[in-house]
């Protein structure tokens, strides 16, 4: 079976860039998609071919399905990576592709269409023997519903958007009081941001880690995971700072987990890349969600496994089979990624504007994945993340001390990142120990 010639990659940032790098080094073809607000942008420089789709909104634009397969179908392209975000969890999308006779890379819309709803989504997990955080089976349709079911799950209890994302339409009730007032406003806030009002609860856990599982599977039924990463520095329930392998977890653990999850993906017969998200809590993992997409953590996993992931995803997309078993995946050393957004480290206002003076740093263990250069404009209509930096060393604290002098050598003028704040967390007590929970952030800024 043959790769691809030609793909066309429907997203931008840096994201656009690392699906580029990965295309290059399988000699395939790129074909870039802008709005005009990126016609200067680095994915559109590098790639061979770029085509305007529209104006700055995304709606008009990145999430804009006509506009994108029209440019894939001019080009020639035979294959569409959606990156992260935009159309990559779009189920309708998946399927306009293919019934262009072009290939998705990413799972089959069914599977998107499942985890994409988060009742179904725990629904197939307790059916595959996931464990799941206890809460609510399906949807809460009244206040009298969500009362009688408070009284079996016990407070805090957690309001989720089932189409939720970003950590928008969730909202916590400490007690019966709360609980009214938390369901209207996560009502709200879900249909005002996905179109859908329909909530579940779940238990809140009070000290919970973040960890989820990265796996990859072929259309021949191989499935294999490349371990976890511990995310559980989170600010509004946005990631900020990921690492692996966890410094909670011992090798028992995550082949224990690995293995769960592994058998269950076999079983649905998932194809491509995926994560299965779990809040760890005393020695006991809950399922919450599932990504059928890339993740914008990747890189860590990358550098312990020595496994270019985008590479392995184009690769299955493409029908070829895994060239590795789960026994010849080895987690080889450490590795941290600190997300640098365009926003104050302090307020966490966006910064947009022109970068005015630029450094990356480098050497041995340090890998900076974004697409700022210097004169860049970053624009203030997409997402805040503007470079990636990630570190790698053979234990954690070589990865640490790494990381804490790539953020020195680091240099972004023009506009405000949160270089600074990572800066602070490098050198955090707490955090050189590994002892944090999904809460730890908020607190400490709130200090
Ligand atoms: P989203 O799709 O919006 O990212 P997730 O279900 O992935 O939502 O949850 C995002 C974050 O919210 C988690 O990483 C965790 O920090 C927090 N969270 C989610 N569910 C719970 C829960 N039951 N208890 C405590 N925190 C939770």
Not at 144 to 169: C, D
Not at 184 to 196: D, H, I, Q, T, W
Not at 381 to 402: N, P, Q, W
């Amino acid at each position: 079976m043959a790769l691809f010639n030609k793909i066309l990659i429907a997203n931008r940032g840096e994201v656009a860039l690392r699906i580029l790098r990965a295309c290059q080094e399988l000699e395939i073809k790129t074909v870039a998609v802008h709005s005009t607000a990126d016609a200067g942008a680095m994915h559109v420089r590098l790639a061979d071919e770029s085509v305007c789709i529209g104006p700055p909104s995304s709606k008009d634009s990145y999430l804009k399905m006509s506009a994108i397969i029209s440019a894939a179908d001019i080009t020639g392209a035979e294959a569409i990576h959606p990156g992260v975000g935009f159309l990559s969890e779009n189920a309708t999308f998946a399927s306009m592709i293919e019934e262009h006779a072009m290939t998705f890379i990413g799972p089959s819309p069914e599977h998107i269409n499942i985890m994409g709803d988060k009742i179904s989504a725990k629904k197939t997990m307790i059916e595959l023997g996931v464990p799941v955080v206890p809460g609510s089976e399906g949807a809460i349709d009244t206040d009298a519903q969500a009362l009688a079911l408070s009284k079996e799950i016990g407070f805090p209890i957690l309001i989720k958007a089932t189409s939720g994302g970003g950590g928008k339409g969730m909202k916590v009730a400490n007690n019966i009081d709360e609980l009214e007032n938390a369901l209207r406003l996560a009502r709200s806030e879900a249909k005002a941001n996905f179109g859908n009002d329909q909530v579940y609860m779940e238990r809140y856990l009070k000290k919970p880690r973040h960890i989820e599982v990265q796996i990859l599977a072929d259309t021949h039924g191989n499935v294999v995971h490349l371990g976890e990463r511990d995310c559980s520095l989170q600010r509004r329930h946005q990631k900020i700072w990921e690492e692996a392998p966890s410094p909670a977890l011992t090798p028992e653990l995550r082949a224990n987990l690995g293995n769960i999850v592994t058998k269950a993906m076999n079983k649905i017969g998932y194809r491509g890349l995926g994560t299965l998200e779990f809040l760890f809590e005393n020695g006991e993992f809950f399922f919450i969600e599932m990504n059928t997409r890339l993740q914008v953590e990747h890189p860590i996993t990358e550098m312990i496994t020595g496994i270019d992931l985008v590479k392995e995803q184009i690769k299955v997309a493409a029908g070829l089979p895994l060239s590795f078993t789960q026994d010849d995946i080895q987690f080889k050393g450490h590795s941290i990624e600190c997300r640098i957004n365009a926003e104050d480290s302090k307020t966490f206002m966006p910064s947009p504007g022109k970068i005015t003076g630029y450094h990356t740093p480098g050497g041995l263990g340090v890998r900076v994945d974004s697409h700022l250069y210097l004169g860049y404009t970053v624009p203030p209509h997409y997402d805040s993340l503007v470079s990636k930096l990630i570190a790698y060393g053979d234990t954690r604290e070589e990865c640490m001390l790494r990381l804490k002098r790539a953020l020195r050598e680091y240099i972004i003028e023009g506009i405000s990142t949160t270089l600074p704040l990572h800066s602070e967390l490098v050198s955090n007590p707490d955090i050189k120990q590994g002892d944090y929970d999904i809460h730890w952030l908020e607190k400490h800024l709130g200090k």
